[in-house]
Nanobody, 121 residues
Framework: QQQVVESGGGLVQPGGSLRLSCGFS????????MAWYRQAPGKQRELVAS???????NYADSVKGRFSISRDTAKNMVYLQMNSLKPEDTAVYYC???????????????WGQGTQVTVSS
């Protein structure tokens, strides 16, 4: 049974910081890309940040310079450090993992259940 579980969301004041964590458990040949998405009420889900297995990072323009993604490949973990948070960062944040189940299988995606981040005074 493959499972993706996020943690670390909550309520924070504008200008504050939060750190999200995401862990993968289960059988997989290899985990490739790991990413964080978010979805605000009434809006489409959007990519926030991603990191490849090789360590290449990519960020949405709206979070560049404020958010930082990192991964611990040995532990199947990915993190999102969020600084200088703004009310517009309020959303449900989802962890996304791309993995290969076997050496010959096509990559598949696994999603977490989401964690709420609310930025408000």
């Amino acid at each position: 049974q493959q499972q993706v579980v996020e943690s670390g969301g909550g309520l924070v004041q504008p200008g504050g910081s939060l750190r999200l964590s995401c862990g993968f458990s289960g059988l997989a040949f290899r985990i490739d890309d790991m990413a964080w998405y978010r979805q605000a009420p009434g809006k489409q889900r959007e990519l926030v940040a991603s990191v490849t297995r090789g360590g290449t990072e990519n960020y949405a323009d709206s979070v560049k310079g404020r958010f930082s993604i990192s991964r611990d490949t040995a532990k199947n973990m990915v993190y999102l450090q969020m600084n200088s948070l703004k009310p517009e960062d309020t959303a449900v944040y989802y962890c996304n993992i791309v993995l290969k189940r076997t050496v010959v299988s096509d990559p598949v995606e696994r999603w977490g259940q989401g964690t709420q981040v609310t930025v408000s005074s």
